[in-house]
């Protein structure tokens, strides 16, 4: 291995240690209380050698974010099957999430209160690009269902991978943020899940037969 490699595997290392101590402060803190001072204390680290890294808190946060989004796509793939149709992978897909939500709490909401950050992603984009790798992975699922005539086509693709994303992901923010108040009307976890993927999945099949849900997660 060369110098210049294996300088380049060094710097690699380092920033996954950073962004490692990082997830300590921030889980535990949170954006706003969390600082840079915190993150290079945890990393053992000086404050001059973490911004040769990372130019702000924010940066740090997406890191974390683009970390997160890796883990949650590890679920995703290992939810579908080539056997089942599409309409059943969206479904799968759906459990998968559900479950992210839950082994994974922390990513979930730095991933989810990240989306609400008003973030400058520089003159490239003006978009939040992790998102920008999740979309194509339901849009591609929902279209080969409307070509199979498994999912109903009165929605184009787009549009509804987006619809799907933000519903369920507003259900899982709504039982962690809210949970006293759901559980004040006697309603349990799994009966708000429940609920809302029956809300979904008889919007989205294209066949007139009832389904049954498999809510096993």
């Known amino acids: 291995m060369g110098i210049a490699e294996r300088k380049e595997r060094e710097k690699e290392q380092r920033r996954n240690e950073i962004i490692k101590a990082a997830e300590k ?3 535990e803190k949170g954006i706003k209380g969390a600082t840079m001072d915190d993150v290079a204390d945890t990393a053992e680290l000086s404050k001059g050698t973490l911004y040769l890294y990372f130019n702000n808190k924010e940066d740090l946060y997406y890191a974390i974010c683009i970390k997160g989004l890796s883990v949650l796509n590890e679920y995703f793939l290992k939810s579908v099957s080539p056997e089942k149709t599409s309409f059943e992978n969206l479904f799968e897909i759906g459990k998968a999430y559900i479950r992210f ?3 994974h709490a922390d990513y979930f909401h730095v991933m989810t209160h990240f989306d609400a950050m008003d973030y400058d992603f520089g003159e490239s984009s003006d978009e939040n690009p992790h998102l920008d790798d999740v979309m194509p992975f ?3 699922i929902i279209e080969k269902g409307q070509k199979d ?9 787009p549009l509804m991978a987006h619809l799907l ?3 369920t992901t507003g259900v899982l923010r709504m039982m962690s943020a809210k ?3 759901i559980e004040s009307y006697d309603i349990k976890e799994e009966d708000m899940i429940l609920g809302h993927f029956r809300i979904i999945v008889d919007g ?4 007139p037969e009832p389904v049954s849900l498999n809510l096993e997660l």
């Open 165 to 167: 994303w933000t519903q």
């Open 204 to 207: 989205i099949n294209a066949n």
């Open 25 to 27: 402060v921030f889980f």
């Open 138 to 140: 339901f849009i591609e």
């Open 101 to 103: 939500a839950k082994e």
């Open 179 to 181: 949970k006293l108040h």
């Open 149 to 157: 005539g498994s999912v109903t086509t009165d929605l184009p693709a």
